[in-house]
């Protein structure tokens, strides 16, 4: 690995970010030669960076961890399992040493964001808990087989026993990504804080509909006889077959469908507006319907700022900040509360990609000095 691969491997492990492969590659990255006293390295800097801003005691948590870290230190001379097993115990010990010794006693100035579990909801109700590291069958109320889960995502099958339409609810909490393959081969990647009803199979003859809140990217197979459908609430998105990325979250003030490939067409749903011409999007633009006044502007956009969060980024251009909490918020699953009224309309620059949320609220008080502390795990800024 290059040097800027072994540092943001070792970032994501020590942000909890790190995926199950990643963590295999740092395994053995850890067992060459040398590399064991590297990652105690980037362990102590890890440690010095946050411990550097954070209260009187510092010295005795730092000299108190690094006391372990030598303990737990793996020797040239173990062989096979044993020095796997030394691996896991390292990884193991820091992580443990570092959130319980240091982030714990430091409660008030270190962010833990929040665990919540991806779910489903069958249409009798019942609610399931999908792990992201599951690989099981996906059952409908009567036990019958309509998919499987392969880790982060779902993937149904198509059936022609269904005669009316049964609805399924993933839910997507913030802090978490997950992806959906619907009966009908359109792939769909929901995006943290994002709820997605659709039908377990859809019926031969009627269009393909589901129904949005929150962020996602639609790969829509193409079925000229059947067109699919997103509805937003406010309005419905039609396509036959394409590629564009839907943005409706309740506390946004507008509702964004930016076309990658493919076309679309906008319609108003509610009764006043219904009978409007349909706005119809070709790829590159953007449609913004605004809520408080039901116009819609087209703009002609860089469809990659739109989906960067596909690879995990967020990108933000000429963003107010007020925009870039509420996507912090969702991306960490951490609560940010903002009392400057002049930051919240300042406009950013901004591309985070492996950062914790920390190295994030330290670039923002690099470029404009906010003021914020961490109380009760909430970022408050003054």
């Known amino acids: 690995m290059t040097r800027s691969e072994e540092e943001g491997l070792i970032l994501k492990y020590l942000s909890n970010q790190a995926t199950a492969n990643e963590l295999d590659i740092l395994s053995d990255?850890?067992?060459?030669?040398?590399?064991?006293?590297?990652?105690?390295?980037?362990?102590?800097l890890h440690l010095e960076i946050i411990t550097s801003m954070n209260g009187p005691d510092t010295d005795k948590i730092k000299h108190t961890l690094l006391r372990k870290i030598k303990k737990d230190k793996i020797r040239?001379?173990?062989?096979?399992?044993?020095?796997?097993?030394?691996?896991?115990?390292?990884?193991?010990?820091?992580?443990?040493?570092?959130?319980?010794e240091y982030i714990i006693n430091n409660e008030t100035s270190i962010l833990i964001p929040k665990e919540e579990a991806v779910t489903i909801v069958l249409d009798n109700g019942k609610v399931e808990t999908l792990v992201a590291d599951d690989n099981r069958e996906v059952r409908d109320t009567e036990g019958n087989i309509i998919g499987r889960q392969n880790k982060s995502k779902l993937s149904y099958t198509a059936t022609t026993k269904n005669q009316k339409l049964i609805y399924n609810t993933l839910n997507v909490p913030y802090g978490k990504r997950f992806d959906v393959e619907l009966s009908d081969g359109t792939h769909v990647y929901l995006n943290s804080?994002?709820?997605?009803?659709?039908?377990?199979?859809?019926?031969q003859g009627a269009a393909r509909k589901v129904?949005?809140?929150?962020?996602?990217?639609?790969?829509?197979?193409?079925?000229?006889?059947?067109?699919?459908?997103?509805n937003t609430h406010e309005i419905d998105i039609q396509v036959l077959g394409t590629k564009f990325n839907v943005s409706h979250y309740p506390?946004?003030?507008?509702?964004?469908?930016?076309?990658?490939?493919?076309?679309?067409?906008?319609?108003?749903?509610?009764?006043?507006?219904?009978?409007?011409?349909?706005?119809?999007?070709?790829?590159?633009?953007?449609?913004e319907w605004y809520k408080n006044n039901d116009e819609i502007a087209i703009s002609n956009v860089d469809t990659g700022l739109y989906t960067a969060w596909?690879?995990?980024?967020?990108?933000?251009?000429?963003?107010?900040?007020?925009?870039?909490?509420?996507?912090?918020?969702?991306y960490?699953?951490?609560?940010?509360?903002?009392?400057?009224?002049?930051?919240?309309?300042?406009?950013?620059?901004?591309?985070?990609?492996?950062?914790?949320?920390?190295?994030?609220?330290?670039?923002?008080?690099k470029s404009w000095a906010?003021?914020?502390?961490?109380?009760?795990?909430?970022?408050?800024?003054?």
């Open 76 to 100: 040239k001379n173990i062989k096979g399992f044993l020095k796997y097993a030394a691996i896991a115990l390292l990884l193991f010990s820091l992580g443990y040493y570092i959130q319980q």
């Open 251 to 287: 506390e946004e003030a507008n509702i964004n469908t930016v076309l990658v490939e493919g076309a679309v067409e906008l319609r108003r749903t509610s009764k006043e507006t219904s009978d409007q011409e349909p706005v119809v999007l070709e790829p590159g633009y953007k449609a």
């Open 193 to 203: 804080g994002t709820s997605l009803r659709y039908p377990i199979s859809f019926i």
């Open 332 to 365: 960490y699953n951490v609560t940010i509360i903002n009392k400057n009224d002049q930051l919240e309309e300042q406009m950013f620059d901004a591309t985070f990609d492996i950062e914790t949320i920390d190295q994030v609220l330290e670039s923002f008080n």
């Open 29 to 44: 990255w850890i067992l060459e030669e040398g590399n064991v006293a590297i990652f105690e390295e980037y362990i102590q």
């Open 370 to 382: 906010i003021d914020y502390t961490i109380v009760n795990n909430e970022v408050v800024i003054k």
């Open 211 to 230: 129904f949005l809140t929150g962020e996602a990217y639609f790969d829509v197979r193409e079925d000229k006889e059947h067109p699919f459908v997103v």
């Open 310 to 330: 596909l690879s995990g980024k967020l990108v933000f251009r000429n963003t107010p900040f007020k925009q870039i909490r509420e996507a912090l918020q969702r």
